[in-house]
T-cell receptor, first 113, second 111 residues
């Protein structure tokens, strides 16, 4: 069966520090991968998605970047965090049709102080 | 781009009652999905209904889709305390590789 992992679960970082969040998927090959951000009490904002290694589509211009160095690994990064980067970050995967069902990881709660 | 918008935003009901949530969207879709999120957790897929379907059931869940009104409803029958969560609708467009999520409905089931 397929599983998706995210770490860390919680992160407190100072403004201006770098960020690296990791997401890995097991039990499937060539998944579509997604990074979402969820502000408190709000819906999901799609940040990046990837349909293959090295292929990244950015949905919203911002302080963040994403990379996919391996088939089942998706990394969300920032060189210098802003206060506004605080939120709940969710990774998800789908089959080769991302408009079908997506499967979410447990999320990372990021607090930038 | 299409976007789901749930209504109402918050719902509080007694255990055993039914809970109904609505979702509207703006453009043509291939499918509409409902997800549940428990506090501080990831989203869990509940049900997917395609644009050529009008109603779908899964256990205590009933979803309807009216493409002429661009709206969907999610009914949870005989609610339980464990149904307390936020519920999101999401729309998918064929070939788009993405889902557009609504803002979510918070449902509290009082034991």
């Amino acid at each position: 069966s397929q599983t998706i992992h995210q770490w860390p679960a919680t992160l407190v970082q100072p403004v201006g520090s770098p960020l690296s969040l990791e997401c890995t998927v097991e039990g499937t090959s060539n998944p579509n991968l997604y990074w979402y951000r969820q502000a408190a009490g709000r819906g999901l904002q799609l940040l990046f998605y990837s349909v293959g290694i090295g292929q990244i589509s950015s949905e919203v211009p911002q302080n963040l970047s994403a990379s996919r160095p391996q088939d089942r690994q998706f990394i969300l990064s920032s060189k210098k965090l802003l206060l506004s980067d605080s939120g709940f970050y969710l990774c998800a995967w789908s089959g080769d049709r991302g408009e079908e069902t997506q499967y979410f990881g447990p999320g990372t709660r990021l607090l930038v102080l | 781009s299409q976007q789901g918008e749930e209504d109402p935003q918050a719902l509080s009901i007694q255990e055993g009652e039914n809970a109904t949530m609505n979702c509207s969207y703006k453009t043509s879709i291939n499918n509409l999905q409902w997800y549940r999120q428990n506090s501080g957790r990831g989203l869990v897929h509940l049900i997917l209904i395609r644009s050529n379907e009008r109603e779908k059931h899964s256990g205590r869940l009933r979803v309807t889709l009216d493409t002429s009104k661009k709206s969907s409803s999610l009914l949870i029958t005989a609610s339980r305390a464990a149904d307390t969560a936020s519920y999101f609708c999401a729309t998918g467009l064929y070939g788009n590789n993405r889902l557009a999520f609504g803002k979510g409905n918070q449902v509290v089931v009082i034991p």
